[in-house]
């Protein structure tokens, strides 16, 4: 089991709800617009820190609110524990696990992780190369906490550095050797584990075809090659005000059976691949991470046909708890589940 209570104040449609589980399988049932997403969104906010559905802190907080603030009780082999987060307009963050003040996001994060699986997926493969890097953001910070901090410290400098070239060109060499020391590291580690997912995909693919992950960068493996790159684009960023070395142009390019997936792929390729790559992302945390894995899924089951439905319920089994949203009928394979009625 990975969560017992969970407790929403002020986020998205809610004012104030409790909600108790206590089965390994939870389905949210009830009419579209009564807040079942959100609840899953909120189990999603409170492993990951972010919106699965890309919105801004401000779009979760109930309107006419000026926070919202989650909760919930996690038993682990260690024992129950309790997380908290409030988000407030101005920005302001806190964390607590337990009684205590929790600093730094990469902390908050680990208590638990959660793959999710919602109809935005097929942008993993259909949609533009910012969410290929997303995707693999998400997955490579999860399952190694000092990724997180070193995109942290590479975006921060990034930041920095497009805004120096806009205003004050004095100040845009002195973010250079902080994008040196971190885009190498990062670089390596997509590379990594775009190797590692594709060969996970490739054993759920089975006999319906292979693809290959290219991963696609102008990052040279030495901060020493990188500053010389920077260095010799300089005049070009300068023209443009923007950088135009680095891992924020990267490109994770799908091949399927042969063809660019993206340009060839069908529509039903597209979503079979990106199914796949999060199923992939499930099963490379349960390897690689001790802390409990939750599968959240957004209304996705009408969309899979019967062979693929049986392929995700059987990868997912071995999540520590899963949750899914129903607004109709629910399949026969999770009439057991736990309901709880919205």
């Known amino acids: 089991m990975v969560i017992e209570k969970l407790e929403l104040a002020d986020f998205r449609n809610f004012t104030c709800r409790e909600l108790a589980f206590s089965h390994q399988q939870v389905i949210f049932h009830g009419p579209n617009g009564t807040g079942k997403s959100n609840a899953l969104e909120s ?17 979760l907080i109930r309107l006419g609110a000026k926070s919202f603030t989650l909760g919930a009780t996690i038993r682990t082999a260690h024992g129950r524990e309790k997380i908290r987060v409030r988000e407030s307009l101005s920005g302001q963050r806190e964390l607590f696990i337990g009684k205590a003040a929790i600093r730094r996001s990469s902390e908050f994060i680990r208590e638990f992780h959660c793959v999710v699986f919602s109809p ?93 992950l290219n ?34 142009l990267d490109e994770f390019e799908i091949i399927f059976d042969g063809k660019p997936l993206r340009n060839f792929g069908s529509t039903g ?43 995700f319920l059987e990868t997912i089994s071995g999540a520590d708890q899963s949750f899914f949203t129903f607004a109709s009928t629910i399949p026969d394979a999770l009439k057991e589940s736990e309901i709880i009625r919205f």
Request: glycine share 4%; charged share 30%.
């Open 120 to 212: 935005e997926d097929r942008m993993i493969t259909g949609g533009s190369s910012g969410c290929r890097r997303k995707f693999f953001d998400i997955l490579i910070s999860t399952v190694e906490p000092e990724y997180l901090q070193r995109l942290s410290r590479y975006t921060r400098a990034l930041l920095q550095r497009n805004r120096a070239l806009k205003q004050n060109l004095k100040l845009v060499n002195a973010f250079d050797e902080e994008l040196a020391e971190q885009a190498p590291c990062i670089a390596r580690r997509r590379r990594f584990y775009a190797e590692k997912l594709a060969d996970n995909v490739n054993t759920l693919l089975d006999s319906r075809g292979s693809i290959e």
């Open 269 to 311: 390729q597209l979503r079979l691949i990106s199914l796949l790559m999060k199923l992939a992302q499930f099963k490379l945390f349960r390897q690689e991470t001790p802390a409990p894995v939750a599968v959240l899924a957004d209304d996705i089951t009408g969309e899979l046909d019967e062979k693929n439905l049986q392929l």
């Open 43 to 59: 189990i999603a906010f409170l492993s990951l820190l972010r919106s699965f559905r890309n919105a801004p802190t401000r779009e």
């Open 215 to 248: 991963y696609k960068t102008d990052t040279p493996d030495s901060p020493e090659e990188f500053l010389k790159l920077l260095h010799s684009r300089k005049a070009s960023e300068l023209r443009r005000s923007c950088t135009l070395t680095g891992i924020q």
